[in-house]
């Protein structure tokens, strides 16, 4: 069965620091996608960075990265420097071969000046 | 300017009424798709629509009736509203049907049915 599981319900982090939030997936397909989305307060869903199953390095973009590790099925997002308008819900989602999104649960940031 | 737009932002309404949601994506995309969110954040897709043909049928009542006039527009209309239709109900639109192809999405629609 395919799935993403969050573990974190909620993290708190200091400003100007780095945290990570995790995230694992199961899937027997071979070729998915990997993708966080982030969802502020307002209620819209933002794309940060995605992970192709393929890729051999880790997808970075800005402040953002993803630590891929296929063998443990994990994607778990980094987010360096953190700043105040990164206090969000972050979703870990993949996607299969129809396009179909599969999305985790759900982790609340907190980020404290 | 905006990629994928939603109308209304907010619905409220009552139980057994017949209501639409209209998305719209100037993206250039191929292919849309409905998404739920419950009252706990979590998020389902419902259904999703590549040049205007239905890919994706997931276990959604008949009540919802999705409607794709053209590759640019995607709308859901629900009869007969039930309280547990209250969600916030995201389009979202990507290039193809692929694993690796990213999906944007509307600023969602608050349906709230009393």
């Known amino acids: 069965a395919q799935k993403i599981t969050q573990t974190q319900p909620g993290m708190f982090v200091q400003e100007k620091e780095a945290v990570t939030l995790d995230c694992t997936y199961d899937?027997?397909?071979?070729?998915?996608?990997l993708f966080w989305y982030k969802q502020p307060s307002s209620g819209e869903m933002i794309f940060l960075i995605y992970?192709?199953?393929?890729?051999?390095q880790n997808a970075t973009e800005g402040r953002y990265s993803l630590n891929f590790q296929k063998a443990r099925k994990s994607a778990n997002l980094v987010i360096s420097a953190s700043q105040l308008g990164d206090s969000a819900m972050y979703f870990c989602?993949?996607?299969?071969?129809?396009?179909?999104?599969?999305f985790g649960q759900g982790t609340t940031l907190q980020v404290k000046p | 300017d905006t990629a994928v737009s939603q109308t209304p932002k907010y619905l409220v309404t009552q139980m057994g009424n017949d209501k639409s949601i209209k998305c719209e994506q100037n993206?250039?995309?191929?292919?849309m798709y409905w998404y739920k969110q419950d009252s706990k954040k979590f998020l389902k897709i419902m259904f999703s629509y590549n040049n205007k043909e239905l890919i994706i049928n997931e276990t959604v009542p008949n009540r919802f009736s999705p409607k794709s006039p053209d590759k640019a527009h995607l709308n859901l209309h629900i009869n007969s509203l039930e309280l547990g239709d209250s969600a916030v109900y995201f389009c979202?639109?990507?290039?193809?049907?692929?694993?690796?192809?990213?999906?944007?999405f509307g600023p969602g629609t608050r349906l709230l049915v009393l």
């Open positions: 989602a993949m996607s299969l071969h129809t396009g179909k999104l599969i």
């Open positions: 993206l250039g995309h191929d292919t």
């Open positions: 979202a639109s990507s290039q193809a049907i692929a694993d690796q192809e990213t999906q944007y």
């Open positions: 992970q192709g199953s393929y890729d051999q």
């Open positions: 899937t027997s397909d071979p070729s998915y996608g």
